[in-house]
C-alpha cells in the first residue's frame, strides 16, 4: 500500500497509544494533555491533586485495569483486526491501562486507532471480560507519525523494552 502523506511528507507508520477508561485523568502525577487548547504552550495541564480528584468525580463507571485475561484477549483481537486489514504490526505491547501499537501508515491514523479499539472492544466483550455498559478505553488516543527509518525504530524499542517489566 502507498504510504500516508501530510503536508510535511510521507507518514510511514503510526505510533498509536490510547488508554483505559478513567486510568490517566487531568490533573494526574504523569501530567496530562487538554486536546481543546489552540495554545501549544497550554496543552500540558501539569500534576493537580484537586483538578484530578475533581475528575475522578465525573466518572461515571470504574476505571479500567486490564488483567493478563484482558490484555491477551485485547492484543488478539487488535493482531487479528491488523492481519485482517493487512496492516503491518512493528511493536504491540498491552499493558494493564493503556495499549501501544506500532502500525503501518495503511489509512489515516483515527481511522486506524478507532478500529482497533472498536475489534478489542467487541472481544473483550464478547469473550465476558466487561459488562456491555463499561467503557473500556478512553475517548481518543494519540497519534504519532512515523516518517524515518531511525524513528520506526526508536517507536519500536520504546513500545517493546522502554514499558517496563513484562506483565
Same mark, same amino acid.
Given at each position: 500500500?502507498?504510504?500516508?502523506?501530510?503536508?510535511?511528507?510521507?507518514?510511514?507508520?503510526?505510533?498509536?497509544?490510547?488508554? #483505559?477508561?478513567?486510568?490517566? !485523568?487531568?490533573?494526574?502525577?504523569?501530567?496530562?494533555?487538554?486536546?481543546?487548547?489552540?495554545?501549544?504552550?497550554?496543552?500540558?495541564?501539569?500534576?493537580?491533586?484537586? !483538578?484530578?480528584?475533581?475528575?475522578?468525580?465525573?466518572?461515571?463507571?470504574?476505571?479500567?485495569? !486490564?488483567?493478563?485475561?484482558?490484555?491477551?484477549?485485547?492484543?488478539?483481537?487488535?493482531?487479528?483486526?491488523?492481519?485482517?486489514?493487512?496492516?503491518?504490526?512493528?511493536?504491540?505491547?498491552?499493558?494493564?491501562?493503556?495499549?501501544? !501499537?506500532?502500525?503501518?501508515?495503511?489509512?489515516?491514523? #483515527?481511522?486506524?486507532?478507532?478500529?482497533?479499539?472498536?475489534?478489542?472492544?467487541?472481544?473483550?466483550?464478547?469473550?465476558?471480560?466487561?459488562?456491555?455498559?463499561?467503557?473500556?478505553?478512553?475517548?481518543?488516543?494519540?497519534?504519532?507519525?512515523?516518517?524515518?527509518?531511525?524513528?520506526?525504530?526508536?517507536?519500536?524499542?520504546?513500545?517493546?523494552?522502554?514499558?517496563?517489566?513484562?506483565?
Amino acid at each position: 500500500m502507498p504510504p500516508q502523506a501530510d503536508e510535511y511528507g510521507p507518514i510511514l507508520a503510526y505510533h498509536l497509544t490510547f488508554t #483505559s477508561y478513567g486510568t490517566w !485523568l487531568h490533573g494526574d502525577d504523569r501530567g496530562s494533555v487538554d486536546r481543546k487548547s489552540k495554545d501549544i504552550d497550554r496543552k500540558y495541564v501539569p500534576p493537580n491533586p484537586i !483538578l484530578h480528584e475533581y475528575m475522578e468525580g465525573q466518572l461515571k463507571h470504574p476505571k479500567v485495569k !486490564l488483567d493478563a485475561g484482558a490484555r491477551r484477549i485485547a492484543r488478539e483481537a487488535i493482531e487479528d483486526y491488523c492481519n485482517f486489514k493487512g496492516w503491518e504490526i512493528h511493536a504491540i505491547n498491552v499493558r494493564t491501562n493503556h495499549v501501544h !501499537l506500532v502500525v503501518e501508515a495503511a489509512e489515516p491514523a #483515527s481511522r486506524m486507532l478507532n478500529a482497533v479499539k472498536a475489534r478489542a472492544t467487541r472481544i473483550l466483550r464478547e469473550e465476558k471480560a466487561f459488562p456491555p455498559d463499561q467503557p473500556i478505553w478512553t475517548e481518543r488516543g494519540n497519534k504519532g507519525r512515523i516518517r524515518s527509518e531511525r524513528s520506526l525504530k526508536r517507536a519500536i524499542k520504546y513500545v517493546l523494552e522502554d514499558q517496563g517489566p513484562d506483565i
